[in-house]
């Protein structure tokens, strides 16, 4: 069954996802309108339109001209840049840390190139340390302005030692030196 109605850009614009209208005395002829292609989700609000199909043109050249000029970009991870951390009073003497998710990152296109990655990573954390305890982030920035950062975390619970275990890994250590 297909409802008819006056949103246009729903039934004629690619990758329309919805919006609203609406039209008063003072606010003039409004549209609220999104779409979505392949990552990038953009949001195009109209107000103080003449009528509606001026409402419609205008966020049709407003989402036009973000999907022209505007890409999502998931930032790729230097992975071998992640470096262990040392656990100080730990069952386990380090752990790696691990990245959650990455998020896309919206951005003019062709400044890809120049978007900066930086691993900021603590040397040692005292334990206990929790699964998913941040650890250190990763931050990513294009001409010094930070544009995303990520969490690195713990992938595991790491406990404290009891002082059974400081003695016993004491002796160990002594006993191979």
């Known amino acids: 069954m297909f409802i008819h ?3 246009k850009l729903v039934r004629f614009y690619q990758g ?7 039209t008063t005395a003072k606010a003039g002829c409004c549209v609220s309108a999104s779409a979505k292609r ?6 195009a609000v109209v107000m103080g339109s003449e009528n509606s199909d001026d409402r419609f043109n205008g966020a049709k050249a407003l989402l036009n001209y973000g999907f022209a000029n505007y890409a999502a970009l998931t930032p790729k ?3 071998e840049l992640i470096t262990p951390v040392k656990i100080l009073r730990g069952t386990a003497e380090s752990v790696m840390p691990v990245l959650p998710k990455i998020y896309p990152v919206v951005m003019k296109k062709g400044d890809e190139t120049r ?3 930086e691993i900021q990573l603590s040397l040692d954390a005292e334990a206990p340390i929790e699964a998913g305890q941040a650890l ?3 931050v990513y920035s294009l001409d010094g ?3 995303a ?22 002796i160990k250590a002594i006993g191979s030196g």
């Open 5 to 7: 109605g006056t949103t």
């Open 115 to 117: 978007l900066k990655q």
């Open 136 to 138: 250190g982030k990763v």
């Open 149 to 170: 950062e990520y969490p690195l975390v713990s992938p595991e619970n790491v406990k404290r030692m009891t002082f059974g275990e400081m003695l016993g890994r004491l």
């Open 38 to 43: 392949g990552d990038l989700h953009l949001i």
């Open 145 to 147: 302005a930070v544009l």
């Open 16 to 22: 329309a996802t919805g919006l609203k209208t609406g």
């Open 77 to 79: 991870l230097e992975s």
